[in-house]
């Protein structure tokens, strides 16, 4: 692995499939650097700028957010940290644009040590997403919102699925299970991909 590039694993997959609680549970286990796309942009929607205000609008609607927005705040988080483990990249890229935007301010400065690829079932996702929304207080956990976020994935994410697997290696995981059962089939393919 070359030192000067940033090593990168991007966790990718539907609303509610678990990003945010395997990565939890992977920082623990490989001290990777978690970086959340949807958590960046919520803090700074919290701000009162334009930017604030437009990731609001776009957030509370289950859209995606413009690349140079989303990049830039994953950037600045990255070079804050430094380059000292892997960093674990929760919720992007999720279209062809955030690709693109990733391309042109990364280049070849970045390692692609692998995607983890979560699916699972709308209905299930839905019953999860729900339960959350006791709590959660996100603006987007809302039934039409929420189906709005599936809608976009169908239309937008899950068709660059199929970029991820050419730019670099992947683990693909059914997430249906309880958390440790996906957590240890990741596990099992990510000690593989680590060992490269
Ligand atoms: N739960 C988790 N795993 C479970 C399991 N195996 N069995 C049973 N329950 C399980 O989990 C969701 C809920 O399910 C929790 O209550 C959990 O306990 C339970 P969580 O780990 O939070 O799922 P996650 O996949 O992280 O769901 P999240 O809602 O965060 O996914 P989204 O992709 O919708 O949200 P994200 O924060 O990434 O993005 C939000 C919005 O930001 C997007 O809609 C978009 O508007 C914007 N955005 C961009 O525009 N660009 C970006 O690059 C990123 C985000
Ligand atoms: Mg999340």
Redesign the pocket.
């Known amino acids: 692995m070359s030192e000067d590039k940033y090593k990168v694993i991007f966790i990718v997959?539907?609303?509610?499939?678990?990003?945010?609680?395997?990565?939890d549970k992977l920082v623990e286990k490989y001290k990777f650097i978690h970086l959340?796309?949807?958590?960046l942009?919520?803090a700074e929607a919290k701000k009162d700028t334009e930017d604030g205000k437009l990731?609001n609008s776009?957030?509370s609607?289950?859209?995606?957010?413009p690349?140079k927005i989303?990049c830039s705040l994953l950037k600045k988080a990255m070079d804050e940290s430094g380059k000292k483990n892997i960093f674990l990249i929760?919720?992007?890229?999720?279209n062809q644009d955030?690709i693109d935007g990733w391309i042109e301010v990364f280049g070849d400065k970045y390692q692609l040590v692998t995607s983890i690829i979560?699916g699972?079932d709308e209905a299930?996702?839905e019953k999860?997403?729900l339960?959350?929304a006791k709590s959660?207080g996100?603006s987007?956990?809302k039934v039409d919102v929420i189906k709005n976020?599936f809608k976009?994935?169908v239309e937008q994410s899950q068709p660059i699925e199929a970029k991820l697997k050419e730019m670099g290696p992947f683990i693909e995981v059914k997430?249906?299970?309880?958390?440790d059962?996906?957590f240890n089939k990741i596990v099992s393919e990510l000690d593989q991909k680590l060992k490269k």
């Open positions: 997959g539907p609303p509610g499939v678990g990003k945010n609680t395997q990565c959340g796309a949807g958590d942009l919520r990731i776009i957030i609607q289950g859209k995606i957010v690349v989303t929760d919720g992007y890229p999720r955030n979560l699972c299930q996702l999860r997403l339960e959350r959660s996100r987007d956990d976020r976009v994935y997430a249906d299970g309880t958390v059962e996906v």
